[in-house]
Structure formats: structure tokens, C-alpha cells
């Protein structure tokens, strides 16, 4: 399989934080997604990737080709960060007028058309102009992906597309990443962070779970939900299934918890109920996961 | 604008040490000579060579600088540093220009410039901090208080130069006609200066680099 992005040793430092070594393949025609707590480095990941902040240490590959984020990679990339992405005072137009500029192939009917799409008025549709700062947070995350759908990429980096968004516009997002995925016939890759992980689920082909700097569980959904199981029951089996829980947790009538799916018949054996998670789910449990190793 | 996308910020340095130029020139032509010192002569210099530093220095510093809303925009573009370094220095070329505008009109109605040396470090001093406060507000901002910096120094030297003068001469403006023109002076130049510029900023920081 080819890979749209390949770190090795990549790591970026801070003061009092530190990303990595991180190594990874971020899988090409896939929608991936980046999964963390607050504070995960997730930001600081697609940040690195896309040339925004400069790494400290290690090499990171784009489309099997470039080793660094040149002027013809940039074009390649449409990033989006999650807030102040572009200047505050700038209308639609400037925006447009701006990415025209910059970039090759942002085409400026067709974002005001997804502009229009997204719901959000602009001069350029006739409507009143208005500029970022009179707007809502999640208009203001309509405009900014409006402008990057309006380009012709290869490769989409979008920090918490959704975070903003209200549940009918995320899924209208997610439509709009398997329509990207779709039409780019294996050759176009999404990648993106979230907190909603139940909302965009069905845009995640491929995970990377990211805990204090470091990646600590990568995989496509389909085969994380082959690896994992949840086990869930009343509190009478707890004790004798409690050595296969990767993690727990339980009140006085039932516990649930993570475990390898390797083991799902021995958990039944010992009377206990087991379930395919969700994203969700395994998120949730996977950085706790994470924590209880770090010592949390 | 397509002779402003077309140039190098080096290139738009030397426009802007062409206007110093030109504006002396023009004093000259105006026939009056007392401006003509070699004091005011080493001002104008010191003041080309800070501003022609400091519109680089500000230049980088800004374009590093993730306080200021859009960072994350201009650093993912192609070419990012050109195209960032142009609206920095822009932007400040109007800035400076405006305040050295205003500067020179308020030398003119100074009588005597005896220590032009004195206000060539206040001007050092004044526009290093400057740029240092104003290097993370946004460009709006920077306009007002870089007016207001650029037009109190000669509105102050004015005013001790006539607090310690012992003669008056006789061509001398009346210090209180000359707080008035100041004062307007200032406050258009504010007003009408910054929505010329918030007009103007817009412009050039939407249309950079193309062509």
C-alpha cells in the first residue's frame, strides 16, 4: 500500500513538551484520523507535517517523494487549522482573492458555490459582507474548509474540522470527505483530528491514537475492531474476568472494559457478555489505556 | 499594484529610500534652506538606514510570529516567507511613511532644529520601541500608535525649543498656532490616514504575490 506521508524518527520539541520520536504511514486514498486528549500533540503533529511549525528532529516523506515541505508540496496540501486560520478582519472575498494568490488551483466560483453549499453568506453571492470576526465559530469553520475544498489537493490536513460544526454540517462534512476520497480514485487522502469521534466515524478509515506526544495505537478501524473487544457484564463474573480487562471500570451491578479480541471466547467461558466497540468506544478506552500506562 | 507584485522587498526598500529622497528634494526646491543643516542632512540618513533595518527586522520577526491571527495561513502557503515578508513590509512602509510625513510637516514649523542629533536618538529610541510594542498588534493599531509616537516628538522638541529659546526670532510661529497645527495635523492624520490605510492594508495583504 502506498503512503501519502512516512515519518521516521520525527519529533518536535518544546519546553515542556515534547512530540515523539514518532514513526508512521499515513495510508494513501484513506480518510485518517488523529485521536488524542487535549494536549495529545495532535495539533503539533499536523502542524509539523504541514510545514508550520519546523521539526526538530527526524524525516517525514510526502506522496513517496519530497523529504520537505517545498513550495510544490504546499500546493499539494490543503491545511486547515482549527481556529484564527486566516486574519480576522478578512471578508470571503479577501479570502478568495488571497488563495488566488497563493495558490494555483483555488478556484473561486467554486468556493463561493461550497461557501453557498456550507450555508454561509458572503459577498460572493451577493450577500452582505461580513467579515471572520462577525461571524460564529462554526461559520467561520465553514468558510475556512470551504477554502480548502475550493483547491484542487491531493492531500487534506484539517485540524478539528468538526469541532464547531453542528451535528447535521458534520455529517454533511463527512460526505464530503468520502466524496473527496472517492473522487480522488486512490490517490487523495484526508487527514484530520477530532473530539467527535462518534460524529466522524464514518469518515475514519485508518486511526492513530495519540497520547502525551507519542502515538500509542494506529490501525484501520475495520482491523482495531478485529483486535479489540469490549467485555461488559454484571458484577458477578468481574472477578474472574477481571485478569483479561486491559482496562476497567465498574460500579456496584456492572463493569465494562477493554480487552484483546484473542481472548472474547475465554470471556464468554467465564459468563461474561462481549461486544464489537465502536470508534468511540475504542477511543475512549485506548487512551485510558494510554494513561493507566503512563502512570496517570 | 502589479509593480508592487512584481518587486523584491529589496526592490520596495529602495522605492521607499527613493521618497526620502524625493521629499528632501522637495524641501530644497521649496527654498528653505535652514532645513538644509548638516545636522538635518545626518537625521534624514540615520532616519533612512533605522527604517530600512527595522522594516527587515520587523519583516521577520512578524512573519515568526504566532500571536498574529492568519500565522498558520501565510506559513502554509507556497513561498510563505516572500509573500509574508511583502505584506510585513507593506504594511510598514505605510506606517513609517505616515509618521515621517507627519514629521517633516512639523519640522517645517520648528524655527530652529539646534540639537537634531538628540532627536535623531529619540527617533532611534522611539521607533525600535515601536516596533517592538507594535510588532504583535494588529496592523490597525500599529497605524494609531505609530502616528501618535511620530507626531508628539516634534510637538515636544517644539515646545522646549520655544520654553528655552532666549530670542524669538521674528519669523517665528507663535508656539500656541503651532500646538494647533500640530494638534490637527494629528488628528487627521489619524483619522484619515488609518482609513486610507485599512483600505489600503486590506489591498495589499489580500494581493500579494500575484500576478
Given at each position: 500500500m502506498k503512503a501519502a506521508i512516512t515519518a521516521k524518527g520525527l519529533t518536535k520539541e518544546?519546553?515542556?513538551?515534547?512530540l515523539g520520536e514518532l514513526d508512521f504511514e499515513i495510508p494513501m486514498g484513506f480518510s485518517t484520523?488523529l485521536?488524542?486528549?487535549?494536549?495529545?500533540g495532535k495539533t503539533t503533529l499536523i502542524d509539523t507535517l504541514c510545514g508550520i511549525i519546523e521539526k526538530t528532529n527526524g524525516e517525514v516523506t510526502y506522496f513517496g517523494e519530497a523529504t520537505d515541505t517545498t513550495a510544490e508540496i504546499k500546493e499539494r496540501i490543503g491545511y486547515c487549522a482549527?481556529?484564527?486560520f486566516?486574519?480576522?478582519?478578512?471578508?470571503?472575498?479577501?479570502?478568495?482573492?488571497?488563495c488566488?494568490a497563493a495558490f494555483k488551483t483555488f478556484?473561486?466560483?467554486?468556493?463561493?458555490?461550497?461557501?453557498?453549499?456550507?450555508?454561509?453568506?458572503?459577498?460572493?453571492?451577493?450577500?452582505?459582507?461580513?467579515?471572520?470576526?462577525?461571524?460564529?465559530?462554526?461559520?467561520?469553520?465553514?468558510?475556512?474548509?470551504?477554502s480548502v475544498f475550493a483547491r484542487d489537493t491531493d492531500l487534506l490536513v484539517l485540524d478539528?474540522?468538526?469541532?464547531?460544526?453542528?451535528?447535521?454540517?458534520?455529517?454533511?462534512?463527512?460526505?464530503?470527505?468520502?466524496?473527496y476520497i472517492?473522487e480522488g480514485d486512490g490517490e487523495k487522502t484526508i487527514i484530520f483530528s477530532?473530539?467527535?469521534?462518534?460524529?466522524?466515524?464514518?469518515?475514519?478509515d485508518y486511526?492513530i491514537?495519540?497520547?502525551?506526544?507519542?502515538i500509542?495505537?494506529q490501525?484501520?478501524?475495520?482491523?482495531?475492531?478485529?483486535?479489540?473487544?469490549?467485555?461488559?457484564?454484571?458484577?458477578?463474573?468481574?472477578?474472574?474476568?477481571?485478569?483479561?480487562?486491559?482496562?476497567?471500570?465498574?460500579?456496584?451491578?456492572?463493569?465494562?472494559?477493554?480487552?484483546?479480541?484473542?481472548?472474547?471466547?475465554?470471556?464468554?467461558?467465564?459468563?461474561?457478555?462481549?461486544?464489537?466497540?465502536?470508534?468511540?468506544?475504542?477511543?475512549?478506552?485506548?487512551?485510558?489505556?494510554?494513561?493507566?500506562?503512563?502512570?496517570? | 499594484?502589479?509593480?508592487?507584485?512584481?518587486?523584491?522587498?529589496?526592490?520596495?526598500?529602495?522605492?521607499?529610500?527613493?521618497?526620502?529622497?524625493?521629499?528632501?528634494?522637495?524641501?530644497?526646491?521649496?527654498?528653505?534652506?535652514?532645513?538644509?543643516?548638516?545636522?538635518?542632512?545626518?537625521?534624514?540618513?540615520?532616519?533612512?538606514?533605522?527604517?530600512?533595518?527595522?522594516?527587515?527586522?520587523?519583516?521577520?520577526?512578524?512573519y515568526c510570529?504566532?500571536?498574529?491571527?492568519?500565522y498558520k495561513y501565510f506559513r502554509s502557503i507556497p513561498n510563505f516567507e516572500c509573500h509574508f515578508r511583502?505584506?510585513?513590509?507593506?504594511?510598514?512602509?505605510?506606517?513609517?511613511?505616515?509618521?515621517?510625513?507627519?514629521?517633516?510637516?512639523?519640522?517645517?514649523?520648528?524655527?530652529?532644529?539646534?540639537?537634531?542629533?538628540?532627536?535623531?536618538?529619540?527617533?532611534?529610541?522611539?521607533?525600535?520601541?515601536?516596533?517592538?510594542?507594535?510588532?504583535?498588534?494588529?496592523?490597525?493599531?500599529?497605524?494609531?500608535?505609530?502616528?501618535?509616537?511620530?507626531?508628539?516628538?516634534?510637538?515636544?522638541?517644539?515646545?522646549?525649543?520655544?520654553?528655552?529659546?532666549?530670542?524669538?526670532?521674528?519669523?517665528?510661529?507663535?508656539?500656541?498656532?503651532?500646538?494647533?497645527?500640530?494638534?490637527?495635523?494629528?488628528?487627521?492624520?489619524?483619522?484619515?490616514?488609518?482609513?486610507?490605510?485599512?483600505?489600503?492594508?486590506?489591498?495589499?495583504?489580500?494581493?500579494?504575490g500575484?500576478?
Amino acid at each position: 500500500m502506498k503512503a501519502a506521508i512516512t515519518a521516521k524518527g520525527l519529533t518536535k520539541e518544546y519546553k515542556t513538551f515534547k512530540l515523539g520520536e514518532l514513526d508512521f504511514e499515513i495510508p494513501m486514498g484513506f480518510s485518517t484520523a488523529l485521536i488524542g486528549a487535549n494536549g495529545a500533540g495532535k495539533t503539533t503533529l499536523i502542524d509539523t507535517l504541514c510545514g508550520i511549525i519546523e521539526k526538530t528532529n527526524g524525516e517525514v516523506t510526502y506522496f513517496g517523494e519530497a523529504t520537505d515541505t517545498t513550495a510544490e508540496i504546499k500546493e499539494r496540501i490543503g491545511y486547515c487549522a482549527a481556529q484564527s486560520f486566516y486574519p480576522a478582519d478578512w471578508t470571503a472575498k479577501n479570502i478568495a482573492v488571497s488563495c488566488e494568490a497563493a495558490f494555483k488551483t483555488f478556484n473561486r466560483e467554486k468556493f463561493a458555490t461550497i461557501c453557498d453549499e456550507m450555508g454561509v453568506e458572503s459577498e460572493l453571492s451577493g450577500k452582505k459582507k461580513k467579515n471572520l470576526m462577525q461571524m460564529s465559530d462554526g461559520n467561520k469553520m465553514r468558510i475556512y474548509l470551504a477554502s480548502v475544498f475550493a483547491r484542487d489537493t491531493d492531500l487534506l490536513v484539517l485540524d478539528e474540522p468538526g469541532s464547531n460544526l453542528d451535528p447535521l454540517m458534520r455529517d454533511r462534512l463527512c460526505d464530503r470527505f468520502r466524496q473527496y476520497i472517492d473522487e480522488g480514485d486512490g490517490e487523495k487522502t484526508i487527514i484530520f483530528s477530532t473530539h467527535n469521534i462518534s460524529d466522524m466515524e464514518y469518515a475514519a478509515d485508518y486511526v492513530i491514537f495519540m497520547s502525551a506526544g507519542k502515538i500509542v495505537e494506529q490501525g484501520f478501524v475495520e482491523d482495531l475492531k478485529e483486535k479489540y473487544i469490549i467485555v461488559r457484564d454484571d458484577i458477578a463474573t468481574y472477578e474472574s474476568v477481571k485478569g483479561l480487562l486491559l482496562t476497567k471500570s465498574k460500579n456496584a451491578t456492572v463493569y465494562s472494559g477493554l480487552a484483546l479480541a484473542e481472548n472474547k471466547e475465554k470471556a464468554e467461558s467465564l459468563g461474561a457478555g462481549t461486544e464489537i466497540p465502536t470508534l468511540q468506544q475504542l477511543s475512549i478506552e485506548i487512551l485510558k489505556l494510554a494513561e493507566m500506562n503512563e502512570g496517570k | 499594484m502589479k509593480i508592487y507584485q512584481s518587486l523584491k522587498p529589496q526592490g520596495l526598500a529602495a522605492i521607499m529610500l527613493f521618497v526620502f529622497v524625493a521629499m528632501f528634494v522637495i524641501i530644497l526646491l521649496s527654498g528653505d534652506t535652514t532645513l538644509l543643516s548638516p545636522q538635518v542632512i545626518i537625521l534624514v540618513a540615520e532616519l533612512a538606514l533605522i527604517m530600512y533595518g527595522l522594516v527587515f527586522g520587523r519583516a521577520h520577526l512578524s512573519y515568526c510570529a504566532p500571536e498574529i491571527h492568519g500565522y498558520k495561513y501565510f506559513r502554509s502557503i507556497p513561498n510563505f516567507e516572500c509573500h509574508f515578508r511583502k505584506q510585513c513590509i507593506a504594511s510598514d512602509i505605510v506606517c513609517y511613511g505616515i509618521g515621517y510625513a507627519i514629521t517633516i510637516i512639523n519640522l517645517i514649523f520648528m524655527p530652529e532644529i539646534s540639537f537634531t542629533p538628540v532627536i535623531g536618538i529619540i527617533y532611534l529610541f522611539i521607533t525600535a520601541l515601536g516596533t517592538l510594542i507594535t510588532a504583535f498588534v494588529n496592523t490597525s493599531h500599529r497605524v494609531y500608535i505609530y502616528t501618535m509616537m511620530f507626531s508628539m516628538i516634534p510637538l515636544t522638541c517644539g515646545t522646549v525649543i520655544f520654553v528655552l529659546a532666549d530670542d524669538i526670532p521674528k519669523n517665528f510661529i507663535p508656539c500656541s498656532v503651532q500646538l494647533i497645527i500640530l494638534g490637527c495635523v494629528t488628528i487627521f492624520a489619524i483619522i484619515s490616514l488609518t482609513l486610507f490605510y485599512k483600505r489600503l492594508g486590506n489591498n495589499l495583504r489580500t494581493s500579494y504575490g500575484k500576478g
